[in-house]
């Protein structure tokens, strides 16, 4: 993220999601008998479960344990478990189609020759190391050529160099009014992953070493007084940090949206250089603004201020190296990755370079690459089957909706109306980005990083000029994930995550239910999460709810909360139920109505039983193995404090035992170590 610059995308993705069955044929995309599943004899891994744990005790490991206990993670991972497999398919696959077309050349000017200029330059490392320093050299002296604090917000708000800073704005989506772009303003400037890096006291080791870290990369770029200036810059960004808001704060998306005037804004902080920033980033023609942290803007402005330009320089000029260093000489690459692979995220071996390669053209023109990659790993029925299982997911959210025992007849009315307006977009967008203008060398590695900086930033602005693209896509067919863009009211499933074991048509309709229909139910959910839910079905913020409902949802979701609160991810450090409440009502409203969706599957037939496993214990492990993963401890750390989602083993023990089928399924009774009395569990639709 660049101050005043422009970040290319504003919907929220979230992990998690692929295809499903629709009943007892195969038409659906699940076969009643399983035959021919890629995973076991119908889509489950028998052999990858625990028997001597009850699954009472710890579902998780009882689905899971075997596998976990024989996988070890690979040198070059932080985790390792089916999204990380599924990504490492997709770039051996991406890598076929990169290798075929960089040997293959292409016109002058055409895509196919971007992508192999791109791919050749950056695989090309001795030429990186030969160049040294000097494509650095240039834009080393602009940053230390900068004299007052309006030349720092000009810098910063470059769009062809990584750069930083304290406030950053970026083009995105108006939560109040869907049908335009507007300019947002949000906090940032941090190098290390959130304000609590900062904080903790736990976290003193990992603060030396990144002043350790910043030390390294000045003194290998031939900057003067590394240490110094490495204390000096931690001493800012701490400062930055202390002036942040809560990481789960800031997913409050009404406390975010605080729409100003031009003129508003420069009250906020009346000798802050605002005009000059957003006319350097290309955004001087706005007339509002959106300012998501209002009560950090001033105090970071004030900081900004009072801080000496020479320590900006200093600043800029370690974000500029560090934000470079897989296009700069070795030895800058390798300091990179010792800190913030191997310390912050306990990953031994830094990945293959085609790997790297492969993720920085997916970054760059992944769009180019992924119209080649549909056509030959996403066969025209998957998009029809998963349609069809969307459908069937909508049907029985309706359901649950309906009869929901805490909201009232008239929030029903207009719940119905949001769900029914949800547009799925499944495995790659109707319209193709068109990537003319960008220019791209064989033998300047830098230089590609600059110019795809600048193409990507420029165009992402320029939405502020133009109607919605409601046809753009967040993501890559390519990308193992899925999402819900609250303000769009739309939800994405990419191509490479429609496969097993989320989506196996050959598989049993139980594990795919399980499977890629709890994915589905929760991508649907968070439109109806704590958040997504105060968007109404044109995508608007507004209140929707009527107060008795508002109470009641804070209180069955304030539970829910409480749940994770109390799920100790390792010792000493807990999940935090706040922000990852989001991610938990999808997935404990996602997987009840993927259930829901199994059972209306069934036409009123009994499910067959299979291994003497019922289909109702299909289903749960379904869900169990889609997500059995490890995590090195500081990757596990590092997710615990920064981000949304739960870890996996509480993402799945912490969502059945607040169903009662999981129980009657499994026979789980008071004497294990998950059961929860029934009026503590929580159902929330």
Known sequence: MVSFSRRAFG??????????????????????????????????????????????????????????????????????????????????????????????????????????????????????????????????????????????????????????????????????????????????????????????????????????????????????????????????????????????????????????????????????????????????????????????????????????????????????????????????????????????????????RWKRAVDVIDNVMGEAVGQLYVQRHFPPEAKAQMLELVENLRRAYSQRIDQSPWMTAETKVVAQEKLAAFVPRIGYPDRWRDFTGLEASADDAYGNAKRANKFNNDWATARLWRPVDRGEWNMTPQTVNASYNSVLNVITFPAAILQPPFFDPHADAAVNYGAIGGVIGHEMGHGFDDQGAKSDARGILRDWWSPQDVAAFQDVTGRLSAQYDSFEALPGLNVNGRLTLGENVGDNGGLQVALRAYELSLGGRAAPVRDGLTGQQRFFLGWAQAWRSKYRDEAMRNLVLTNPHSPPQFRVNGVVRNMDAWYEAFGVTPDNDLYLPTNERVTIW
Not at 239 to 254: G, K, N, S, T, Y
């Open 11 to 352: 919907a929220s993705t979230l992990a998690l999601a692929a295809g499903c069955a629709t009943g007892t044929n195969s038409r659906g995309g699940a076969s009643s008998s399983g035959a021919n599943a890629a995973i076991g004899a119908y889509g489950l891994d028998l052999s990858a479960g625990d028997a001597s744990v009850q699954p009472g005790d710890n579902f998780f490991r009882y689905a899971n344990g075997r596998w976990l206990d024989t996988t070890e993670i690979p040198n070059d991972q932080r985790s390792w478990g089916t999204f990380v497999i599924l990504g490492e398919k997709a770039s051996q696959d991406q890598r076929v189609i990169i290798e075929e077309v960089a040997l293959a050349g292409g016109a002058a000017g055409s895509v196919q020759q971007k992508i192999a200029a791109t791919y050749n330059a950056y695989l090309n490392t001795d030429a990186i190391n030969a160049r040294g320093l000097a494509p650095l050299q240039e834009d080393l002296v602009s940053i230390a050529a900068l004299r007052t604090h309006e030349d720092v917000i000009r810098a910063m708000a470059r769009d062809d160099i990584p750069t930083n800073g304290p406030i950053v704005a970026f083009a995105g989506l108006d939560a109040r009014n869907p049908q335009r772009y507007v300019v947002s303003f949000t906090h940032a400037g941090l190098g290390l992953p959130e304000r609590e890096y900062y904080r903790r006291s736990d976290g003193e080791a990992t603060r030396t070493a990144y002043v350790a870290y910043v030390e390294r990369v000045l003194t290998l770029a031939g900057q003067s007084n590394g240490a110094a200036k490495a204390r000096a810059i931690m001493a800012l960004e701490t400062q930055i940090a202390e002036l942040h808001w809560p990481v789960a704060d800031r997913r409050q998306r009404d406390r975010t949206y605080n729409l100003k005037s031009r003129a508003e804004l420069r009250a906020i902080a009346p000798n802050f250089p605002w005009d000059a920033g957003l006319e350097a980033a290309g955004m001087g023609a706005a007339t509002e603004v959106v300012v998501r942290e209002l009560s950090a803007m001033a105090p970071l402005a004030q900081l900004f201020l009072a801080t000496p330009v020479a320590t900006w320089r200093d600043y800029l000029t370690f974000n500029l190296i560090s934000g470079s260093a897989d296009v700069l000489p070795s030895a800058i690459d390798e300091a990179n990755f010792d800190f913030y692979g191997r310390t912050l995220n306990g990953q031994p071996e830094q990945q293959e």
